[in-house]
């Protein structure tokens, strides 16, 4: 493993024949550390939960595979899965299985396999976990009237009405795939750690601290250069950074890697590679929507008017994200609305006229609620953001109180209806248009209906319905296409900008990128000697 003695000549050149296998080529002057590829980096949340876990570890530690996967414009692409195909009345999906793949301990993988991971995510339907908030079986799968092995690396996958969506839905993290030896059949919990198909293994983790992952020798396909990565927790992005520049860790990786300001700061010096990724998260206004003044759509979208998100993104930001271009993330390629009519934009003048119409010649006050700077997702510097909306909504008669609350409190402040705007983010799992904007505007959704959004439109309702069992594609994407038109001239939202992962690393890691739904590229990473 990576961490036994080096036997120097013998382990070197084996490691040069491996690398010039893996098309990495390492130079004679390389010496002991390139030889012996050991990663360490810097991340500010958790990515292991332990076995009562529906994954147990993030997905960005490459444990498990999917059996479909994501490409970084979130076209869908083969993983475990070499194809699949969908009946021509849309009521039955068969997947094509790879056949050369072994788990880590050897146990091969199989259509049995897959069924039984499929019954076991319905088996943790409704159970939290701290990655994507678990699974939610209904909305990924639906309800299958069979799942079944047609062959020994063959599944369908058959439903009483279509589901032309499928693969979207649980492509990356929902159909991830564990060797069924490594759970217990009642509880659907991991024994031991987790058994996965993926380049690497869980060898050691504790909360809050570290987790070390060693390369899967059984890999089924290339594997990585690297032979052990350790990941240190630093909540404290001052000291993930400190960490970096004093050569503790080797690169800060992941959502909430380095603050936007950070990230300018070490672009600054050589010694370091600072580089920003699309990312599968937007970060919005929200409204509560439940009472005045943004029960009125013409006051919201005045605030969405009113906000130039160029400035946001270059003067607040430093040019680390991406402006918003419309309510869902330009990054989701396959279903973002490219047409005018959707798009979010910027006219402060028509701001103005449209707040005076509803408003008349008063002044109200309202409170915008925002988190402070913290770990994942919440690394965004809302309060300097928030005061930058404070003296920019003002104009519109909107006399803005500001309210910086931790998470918890804030979460239970939307459910109860105590705040005006808020600072949000979504983030998601997958590009399925029916997953992101069901949750998003459908009337009975928990951001709609429990958090005080109080969106409710019938027309949305009904073509969301009607798209998600709508198997030509084409008609498919124009009711989601439509959706999005509604939603932005209602403005359910303000979107603000497209996140990106921010990562830097030392001069002598090479490879090393983002994936778009928040894995690190470890599995192209390579150490050169410094």
């Known amino acids: 493993a990576g961490n036994s003695l080096l036997r120097p000549l013998t382990l070197a050149l084996a490691f040069l024949l491996f690398l010039s296998g893996t098309g990495i080529v390492a130079s004679a002057q390389d010496g002991p550390r390139a030889a012996r590829q ?66 880590s301990n050897g146990d091969p993988f199989n259509a049995d396999v897959v069924v039984a991971n499929i019954h076991r995510a319905e088996q943790f339907s409704g159970r939290p976990s701290i990655f994507l908030g678990g699974i939610n079986y209904p909305e990924i799968y639906g309800a299958p009237t069979s799942i079944t092995a047609t062959g020994p690396y063959e599944v369908q996958i058959a439903y009483a009405e279509p589901r032309p969506l499928l693969p979207y839905s649980i492509a990356n993290h929902y159909s991830a795939q564990f060797d069924p030896a ?65 050569g503790e860790v080797d690169a800060l990786v992941e959502l909430g890697a380095l603050l936007p300001a950070q990230a300018a700061e070490l672009a600054q010096d050589s010694t370091f590679q600072v580089s920003a990724h699309a990312s599968a998260c937007q970060t919005y206004i929200g409204f509560n929507g439940t009472k005045a003044p943004f029960n009125d759509p013409r006051v919201r979208r005045a605030v969405s008017l009113a906000v130039d998100r160029d400035t946001i993104v270059n003067d607040i930001l430093s040019g680390y994200v991406a402006p918003a271009k419309g309510i869902v993330s330009q990054f989701n390629t396959p279903f973002f609305n490219t047409s005018p009519e959707a798009a979010a934009t910027y006219d402060f003048d028509q701001a103005v006229s449209l707040a005076q119409e509803a408003l008349g010649d008063q002044t109200v006050k309202v409170v915008l609620a925002f988190t402070p700077p913290s770990e994942g997702i919440g690394q965004w510097p809302f309060p300097l953001i928030a005061q930058y909306l404070q003296a920019t909504l003002q104009p519109l008669g909107l006399d803005i109180d500001l309210k910086q609350l931790e998470t918890a409190a804030l979460t239970d402040a939307r459910n109860n209806g105590d705040f005006d705007l808020v600072l949000g983010n979504s983030c998601w799992a997958s590009s399925d248009p029916n997953y992101q904007l069901s949750r998003l505007f459908s009337s009975t959704s928990a951001i709609q209906a429990t958090q005080h959004g109080g969106y409710n439109n019938p027309e949305v309702d009904q073509l969301l319905a009607q798209a998600a069992v709508e198997i030509d594609p084409a008609k498919q994407k124009d009711l989601y296409n439509q959706v999005q038109v509604i939603a932005a001239q209602d403005a359910v939202f303000a979107p603000l900008y497209d996140q990106q992962t921010i990562t830097a690393a030392a001069s002598y890691v090479k490879g090393l990128t983002q994936h778009i739904a928040y894995a690190p590229t470890f599995d192209t990473v390579y150490i050169a000697e410094h």
């Open 182 to 246: 490594s759970w217990d059949p009642e509880t659907g919990n991991f024994l031991d750690k987790p058994i996965g198909t993926g380049r690497f293994v869980l060898v050691d983790w504790q909360r809050d601290q570290y987790a070390v992952l060693e390369r899967n020798e059984n890999y089924w396909g290339e594997k990585p250069a690297l032979t052990k990565i350790t990941l240190k927790i630093y909540t404290d992005p001052n000291a993930r950074v400190s960490a970096l520049k004093s």
């Open 38 to 103: 050991e990663l360490t980096v810097g991340i500010s949340r958790n990515l292991v939960n332990g076995n009562e876990d529906f994954w147990y570890t993030h997905a960005s530690l490459q444990v498990y595979e999917p059996l479909i996967k994501y490409d970084d414009s979130w076209q869908l692409q083969p993983a475990l899965a070499e194809s699949w195909t969908l009946s021509p009345d849309g009521l039955t999906w068969t997947f094509k299985l790879r056949e050369d793949v072994h788990f």
